[in-house]
């Protein structure tokens, strides 16, 4: 099924000299490492390839390769097609409108392990694997069934992206197939300490003033669900940024008696970005968050809604 996609996706390749790759907004290690896997790939092959992020890179992935080359914006027209990967939806690739636009003379190329949405409409192809446990393991596949070159710096790339998605091998999605590659991206010459290093074990002391914060504004409810919220204020008295906080919500998904661990993050004035964790297979927290407008996978999920954190007696609310 994949593969038909994928040889389709080879003839356009062929044919084209210039390609855009959407990253999605807030961008995290998935999204980042595989775009870089694929354009990376492609390059070698002697096409022109524009990454375009609409937000900042955070500063834990600036030791992959090629990564000063994610531009955060694009020329419009400029592309013979346009690919976004790990997405989720339409909304989140931050150039919604303009992909539209787009999409109405230039081929639109869906790589994502998100569940079915807006994308798949407008794209016409969608290289879409849900149990992937990443985005980097579908770019994986593609390298090898097109047969394109592997190196070091692309299976780094994949192994960073694979790694991320599973916290470090550790969440509940690792399968022995995302194993398997990345044990073959090792023996490329992945490099798992670098890329372990960097994003498990960099924390700033900003960075962990902002945990300290965040775990004691940690509450456990009666039915199930332990959250903590980090305001705006929280983040400006420890000097540190949003990107900071990135992780919390699975140490909070470590709480055995915890059915959902959620984050809630005040990303700017007015606006909260929630982040949603379970490891039960009764839950499906995808669900929950598109409730609010938001998306992700069963067990690992968000959404941003426009309110406010109110603290109410050692309680949070949002109005
Ligand atoms: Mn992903």
Request: glycine content about 6%; aromatic content about 6%; overall charge positive.
């Amino acid at each position: 099924m994949l593969e038909s996609k994928i040889t389709k996706f080879a003839d356009l390749i062929k044919k084209s000299k210039r390609i855009l790759i959407l990253l999605h907004e807030d961008p995290d290690g998935d999204t980042i490492a595989s775009s870089l896997a694929l354009s990376i790939t492609l390059r070698a092959t002697g096409r022109e390839v524009i990454c375009a992020s609409k937000d900042e890179i955070p500063k834990v992935f600036e030791f992959l390769p090629d990564v000063d080359l994610i531009q955060q914006d694009f020329l419009l027209g400029d592309f013979d097609f346009v690919i976004t990967v790990d997405c989720g939806d339409m909304r989140r690739t931050g150039f919604a409108k303009r992909l539209a636009e787009m999409s109405r003379s230039k081929a639109i190329i869906n790589i994502d392990h998100h569940t079915k949405n807006d994308l798949h409409k407008i794209a016409k192809i969608n290289i879409v694997d849900e149990r992937a446990v990443a985005s980097s393991q579908i770019i994986w596949r593609i390298i090898n069934y097109l047969k394109l070159e592997l190196n070091s710096k692309i299976a780094t790339c994949i192994l960073a992206g694979i790694y991320y998605d599973t916290g470090g091998f550790q969440h509940i999605n690792v399968t022995p197939e995302s194993l398997s590659i990345a044990s073959k991206c090792i023996s490329l010459g992945g490099r798992i300490r670098l890329i372990s290093q960097n994003i498990s074990s960099s924390k700033t002391p900003q960075s962990l003033m902002l945990w300290g914060i965040a775990l004691k504004n940690m509450r456990v409810l009666k039915n199930g669900i332990i959250y903590s919220v980090v305001t705006k204020e929280d983040i400006n008295r420890c000097n540190s940024k949003s990107e900071d906080i990135s992780g919390l919500v699975n140490l909070l998904n470590t709480v055995p008696s915890s059915k959902i661990a959620m984050l809630l993050l005040e990303v700017e004035d007015g606006k909260i970005r929630g982040s949603l964790r379970t490891d039960s297979d009764k839950i499906d927290v995808a669900r929950f968050a598109r409730i609010f407008g938001g998306g992700g996978h069963k067990k690992a999920s968000g959404f941003e809604v426009e309110c406010r954190l109110i603290k109410n007696g050692s309680s949070w609310q949002l109005v």
